[in-house]
């Protein structure tokens, strides 16, 4: 039997917590895999949800700051992220963080760190770096175009 094994889900999961914060989701799927039975794996998410230490609206807002302050991803690769942490956001509830504008703000400034030398060759390199980084088709399909006319 593992150490940890020896105190119960609650406490594992209250050791978890301590370094970081969890969605139910993973802090569920965590748990299970320290082998700990089901029910109280349930049981110990719900006590924890009920205490306020398990609140996955707020990681969700805090996660959506945090991403969009490393000011490297898209509205759709932020959503990404998020379902990747076993959160649930819409587009319309990041679209509240993230304007039109600021999207094509911060794709230009991705640009100019990573193409600061663009050719008409690299249109369709930039491109596609943008769609795999989240932004959306609008975005990347106007950068492409002005990047063909080379007027940004």
Request: proline fraction near 2%; hydrophobic fraction near 35%; charge should be positive.
């Amino acid at each position: 039997m593992r150490a940890n094994q020896m105190s119960g889900p609650l406490e594992t999961a209250v050791r978890l917590l301590a370094r970081r914060e969890y969605s139910e989701q993973e802090l569920h799927h965590k748990l299970l895999q320290q082998k700990f039975d089901p029910d109280s794996v349930a049981d110990a998410v719900v006590i924890l949800k009920e205490k306020g230490y398990v609140n996955d609206f707020r990681l969700t807002q805090r996660s959506i700051e945090r991403l969009l302050s490393e000011r490297r991803l898209g509205i759709r690769g932020v959503i990404g992220k998020l379902h990747q942490l076993g959160l649930s956001a819409s587009l319309a509830e990041v679209r509240q963080y993230f304007s039109e504008d600021t999207e094509w703000e911060l794709a230009r400034q991705l640009l100019e760190k990573k193409f600061p030398a663009r050719t008409t060759d690299t249109c369709d390199k930039i491109g596609r770096f943008l769609a795999n980084r989240g932004f959306s088709a609008a975005i990347v399909s106007r950068i492409v175009e002005e990047c063909r006319k080379h007027q940004y």
